[in-house]
């Protein structure tokens, strides 16, 4: 198989990768991700098998860096100084930032909403790098965007 140089990847996708991971994880997250992404595109770059969807494969890796950053985000202990008399809100209001919004959808829906909307990537481009049907991303999409439309109409209320 005739892989290109691994600079040309990363010349031709970096900005998507880094764009799909800003949409996931937030600016503050994201440049670790990118790295994390790119280190590991580099040790598995020698054992790909196809070469038709660089991309995708990118994405996908970029995805589950994703995932990993959220599930160790809720793992880290947050420490406090007093323990508040009345509980905080659960959630500040996001929806100034319509991507923060979105990085709190479920893992599914938050990389087909990214992936559709931040990198403009067509149905089946998203069910590619998530390894579904073009049928459960479009779902997937629809989902994330009835759910962050709910919760928008909650908070309006």
């Not at 589950?64 to 659960?90: F, M, N």
């Not at 994330?144 to 209320?157: A, S």
Request: proline fraction near 8%.
């Amino acid at each position: 198989m005739d892989l290109p140089p691994f600079q040309t990847l990363l010349d031709c996708y970096g900005r998507d990768v880094h764009r799909f991971l800003l949409a996931n994880v937030g600016p503050t997250d994201a440049d670790d991700c990118y790295q994390e992404t790119w280190i590991a595109a580099l040790r598995g770059y020698p054992r790909l098998q196809h070469s038709t969807n660089l991309r995708g494969w990118l994405l996908t890796i970029a995805s589950r860096k994703a995932i990993d950053c959220v599930r160790a985000r809720r793992r880290v202990p947050l420490p406090v100084g007093d323990v508040p008399e009345v509980p905080a809100p659960a959630e500040p209001d996001s929806y100034g930032d319509p991507w923060a919004a979105v990085r709190t959808l479920p893992p599914k829906q938050r990389t087909a909403v990214a992936m559709r909307y931040a990198l403009d990537a067509e149905y089946s481009a998203v069910a590619d790098a998530m390894g579904t049907s073009e049928d459960a991303a479009r779902r997937n999409v629809h989902e994330g965007l009835k759910r962050l439309r709910r919760e928008y109409d909650d908070d309006r209320l």
